[in-house]
C-alpha cells in the first residue's frame, strides 16, 4: 500500500492536524517513463504552509483532497524507466506519500557515495541551493562586510552564515532560541547570534552591529527586518527568501503607521536593494551550488544540523512545530527509514 | 561681482522665498589649477531639497549660509588651468552662483558642436545619465514588457520612456496635467499617459496596463506607487531615483495600516527586486551614456523638452514651483544669457 497525507482543509492560521488526512491505496504499477519508489528521507519546509492557502502565489495552491507537495530522497523499487534502475536513489519533488509511482522526469539522480542521503533534500538540495543562490546572485558579500542572517540555525540560515564567513563577512545570526544562538556560534563560527526573544533584541542586535548591516538575509518578516532596518548601511542587499513569520497570519500584522514611504526612502537614500527569490527558478545553477557546497563541506567550512522525525504519520505535527521554530537545524521525516542507509 | 544664492534657513515643509538669501561678492581671480566662469545655464532639479535638510542622506546638506547646491553649463573666462582655455564651455558641479572661480577638478568640457549646450545639464547631463544608468543596470527592459514611469514629462522620466520605447516596451506614463500627458504621447510617443490627479487614476492605469506592470520607475512616492502596486507582474524591477512626493513633507504620509509587510510579501511571492540608486555613484557610466544618448538624439529616437526661465534671481522661485510639479520639461536657469549661444 501507499500512504498518502493530503490537504484535508485549508487553515485557517496556524495549521492543524485536522487539515490534514491520511489515506491508503494500492500500489500503481509504474507505466513506461515511470518508477515506484520508497521514500527515505522527506523535506519538510516552511513554503509548504503557502501551498496550503488558495492564494495566488508563485506556485498553484495544493488542491483539496490532493497530497501535499514535498521534496524527497527515495529508493526506486520498480522501475520502467530507461533512465533510472532498481536500487538507485533519487531525488525529486515526489510529495507527502511512503510508496509513489511517478514520472522518471521528476527526479534526478543521487549518488549515495558522495555524502549522506539526507543532504540531497538539505544542505546538497533545495535549501543549500537557496543559499547559494541568493548569496551568489543577490548577496554578493564582501570581505569585511556585516551580514545579518534570520532564521540562523535552519536549513537556509546556517548555510548562508556559513557561505558569510568564508566570504570574509561578520556574520551575525537572528535564531529564537538559545540553544540554537549557542550552535551557530560554538560549531558553525557565526561571529554573534541573538535571540529575538529577548526584551533587549534590539539593543543587542545594534551592538553586535557596530558598522552596520550590509547584508540582510530575509527569511522571516516581522520583528527582525523591524530591528535591523535602522541599521542597514549604503549599498545594503535583502535577498527575501522566505517570510515565516507571516505565513501564518490571517491579516497582515503591522501597527498604525503605514512604514512604506519610510521603507523607500532608505531605499532611496541608501541605494539598497531588495530582491525576492524562489529557488526553483534558479535551478540552472543547481550543479553549480551542489559542486561548491560539497566542496565546502570537505573542506570543513560548511556543517550542517539535521533534525529527524520518525515516520510519515509524524510529518503533519513536525510541520506544524516547524512554523513554530520547534525544529533545530533542517527539519527531515524518515519515512520507511533503513539504518543501513 | 559674483552673485551667488544662499541657503538662508532650512525649510519647515515646502521651501519658501525666505530660506534663500542673494549676496554679491567680489569676483576671486583664480589660483593656480582652478578656473573663472560665467555660468551660462544652471539647472534645477527635485533632489536639491534634500540638500536644504540636516538630515543624514546620500551627501551632505547644505550648510547655512553656503550656496546652494546646481550643476551648470559655463563658460571659462579666466584660466589658470592646464586643461581649460579662456572661452571654453565647461560643465561641473558650480552651484547657485553666476561668476564663480572654482577648481578644475569639478569641470569637464562640453563640445559646443556636439549638440546645443543647455543639454549638458538635460539629457546629455546628469538626468539623462540617470535614465540610461536606471534603465541600463536596472530596470533591463526586455521587448513586449510593460514599463510605468512616473513624472514622465519631467528631465529623467521622459527619457526613461522614450529608452523604454526603444527597448520595444509599451510605455505608460504618469504626469501631473493634461498637457504633460498629451506631449508624452504626441511628441515622445508613449502608449497612454495618465494624470495622476484624475479621480479615476487607478482605473485609467489598470485599463492602461491590461497585462500588468513589469517595470515601474519611481521618481515620485506616494499615490503612484500605491496605485502601481497592486498591478505589478512577476519579475517586476523598480529603480528608485526619486522621491519628489515626500521632499516637502514634514513627517511620513502614509495611511493607518501598515504595508510594510504586505510589500515584503509581494517582493517574495513575484521576486520582486526594488533599487535604489543615484546617479553620482555610476559616472563611470557617463560617456557610454551620452553616447548612446547622443546617438539616440541624432536618430530622432529621443526627444527632449527643456522649460527656460531667465535670471539668476528667479532660480528660487522656479525651484519651489518643481517641487509642485510646475515646469514642464527639464528646469533650466538662463544666466549671463548670451542669445547667440
Given at each position: 500500500m501507499n500512504t498518502k497525507i493530503l490537504l484535508n482543509e485549508r487553515p485557517d492560521g496556524e495549521p492543524t492536524l485536522e487539515n490534514f488526512k491520511t489515506v491508503k491505496e494500492k500500489i500503481r504499477s509504474p507505466k513506461e517513463g515511470e518508477v515506484l519508489l520508497k521514500t527515505i528521507y522527506m523535506s519538510l519546509d516552511p513554503y509548504m504552509r503557502g501551498r496550503m492557502n488558495d492564494t495566488k502565489s508563485y506556485a498553484k495552491p495544493v488542491a483539496i483532497g490532493e497530497e501535499m507537495e514535498a521534496g524527497a530522497l527515495s529508493q526506486v523499487i520498480e522501475s520502467k524507466s530507461k533512465n533510472f534502475k532498481v536500487g538507485d536513489f533519487v531525488e525529486g519533488?515526489?510529495?507527502?506519500?511512503d510508496n509513489p509511482t511517478v514520472d522518471e522526469k521528476k527526479l534526478r539522480i543521487i549518488d549515495p557515495n558522495m555524502a549522506p542521503l539526507s543532504t540531497s533534500i538539505g544542505v546538497l538540495g533545495m535549501p543549500g541551493t537557496t543559499a547559494y543562490v541568493g548569496m551568489h546572485n543577490f548577496a554578493k558579500p564582501q570581505r569585511g562586510e556585516t551580514l545579518v542572517v534570520s532564521a540562523a540555525s535552519g536549513a537556509v540560515g546556517s548555510t548562508v552564515g556559513q557561505i558569510g564567513k568564508i566570504y570574509g563577512c561578520k556574520v551575525i545570526g537572528v535564531a529564537g532560541t538559545n540553544e540554537k544562538c549557542e550552535f551557530t556560534k560554538s560549531e558553525l563560527g557565526f561571529d554573534e547570534c541573538i535571540?529575538?526573544?529577548?526584551?533587549?533584541f534590539k539593543d543587542q542586535l545594534k551592538s553586535a552591529c557596530p558598522d552596520g548591516v550590509d547584508i540582510y538575509w530575509e527569511n522571516v518578516g516581522g520583528i527582525t527586518f523591524d530591528t535591523v532596518m535602522p541599521l542597514l548601511n549604503d549599498y545594503a542587499r535583502i535577498p527575501v527568501c522566505g517570510l515565516i513569520s507571516l505565513y501564518n497570519a490571517t491579516s497582515m500584522p503591522g501597527g498604525e503607521k503605514d512604514r512604506l514611504p519610510l521603507l523607500f526612502r532608505q531605499v532611496l537614500t541608501k541605494r539598497m536593494m531588495i530582491k525576492g527569490f524562489i529557488v526553483f527558478n534558479h535551478y540552472d545553477q543547481r550543479e553549480e551550488s551542489i559542486i561548491a557546497l560539497s566542496n565546502w563541506i570537505k573542506e570543513g567550512k560548511i556543517k550542517y544540523k539535521e533534525d529527524f522525525v520518525d515516520g510519515l504519520e509524524n510529518a503533519p505535527n513536525a510541520f506544524i512545530g516547524l512554523l513554530n521554530g520547534k525544529n533545530f537545524g533542517k527539519l527531515v521525516v524518515r519515512v520507511n527509514h533503513d539504518p543501513t542507509i
Open positions: 519533488r515526489t510529495g507527502w506519500q535571540n529575538y526573544k529577548d526584551d533587549d
